[in-house]
T-cell receptor, first 116, second 120 residues
Framework: LAKTTQPISMDSYEGQEVNITCSHN???????ITWYQQFPSQGPRFIIQ???TKVTNEVASLFIPADRKSSTLSLPRVSLSDTAVYYC?????????????????FGSGTQLTVLP | NAGVTQTPKFRVLKTGQSMTLLCAQD?????MYWYRQDPGMGLRLIHY???????AKGEVPDGYNVSRLKKQNFLLGLESAAPSQTSVYFC???????????????????FGAGTRLSVL
């Protein structure tokens, strides 16, 4: 399994940039890296996905080094509403019914608290 | 657009009782998943399905069974509930490949709101 490791918690202040790193030393060639955000009493929701180098969308950037053994989610200018748990998920895009989804490994998540 | 709907939202069981959790999605997704979430442990995959009529084991399948008789529904069953199955259960669905709208789905999972289950 592509085990992932994230910091348990992080604090930041409004308006700052936040970088959350996920370690995935055993990532497989066909694995992608996907980040999700979860608020209390809700299911996770998608933030960003990437395979290598840098990906950017309207809410975040994802940096993946050449060896792909880690990834960093970057949230620009956070606000109080960004307080949530952030998970990285490493696994293949295409699933087959022979146990490949065992490789869908969520990290334990990082509790981000944004302070005023 | 409802997305992924889970029923029930809450349930309390006694040890040894059985129950079925229902997940329904209206996005025509091929893939569906059941996760459990325990404090400090993130989400762990119980079972998943890559299409109607197919199911497969995830990371923690023991004590659970699933069925996917219709593409839009994925059922999770507990035949004999145990206190260790007290958890929050999340269902998700996703798709990969051309989605008929000119876009390429990237296996992004859409989650339901969760079912909080307590086994006494």
């Amino acid at each position: 399994l592509a085990k992932t490791t994230q910091p348990i918690s992080m604090d930041s202040y409004e308006g700052q940039e936040v970088n959350i790193t996920c370690s995935h030393n055993n990532i497989a060639t066909n694995d992608y890296i996907t980040w999700y955000q979860q608020f209390p009493s809700q299911g996770p929701r998608f933030i960003i996905q990437g395979y290598k180098t840098k990906v950017t969308n309207e809410v975040a950037s994802l940096f993946i080094p050449a060896d792909r053994k880690s990834s960093t989610l970057s949230l620009p200018r956070v606000s109080l509403s960004d307080t949530a748990v952030y998970y990285c998920l490493v696994g293949p895009r295409i699933l087959i019914s022979s146990g490949s989804a065992r490789q869908l490994t969520f990290g334990s998540g990082t509790q981000l608290t944004v302070l005023p | 657009n409802a997305g992924v709907t889970q029923t029930p939202k809450f349930r309390v069981l006694k040890t040894g009782q059985s129950m079925t959790l229902l997940c329904a999605q209206d996005m025509n997704h091929e893939y569906m998943y059941w996760y459990r979430q325990d404090p400090g442990m993130g989400l762990r995959l119980i079972h998943y399905s890559v299409g109607e009529g197919t199911t497969a084991k995830g990371e923690v399948p023991d004590g659970y069974n699933v069925s996917r008789l219709k593409k839009q529904n994925f059922l999770l069953g507990l035949e004999s509930a145990a206190p260790s199955q007290t958890s929050v259960y999340f269902c998700a669905s996703s798709s990969y490949g051309p989605n008929g709208t000119g876009h390429y789905a990237k296996n992004i999972q859409y989650f339901g709101a969760g079912t909080r289950l307590s086994v006494l």
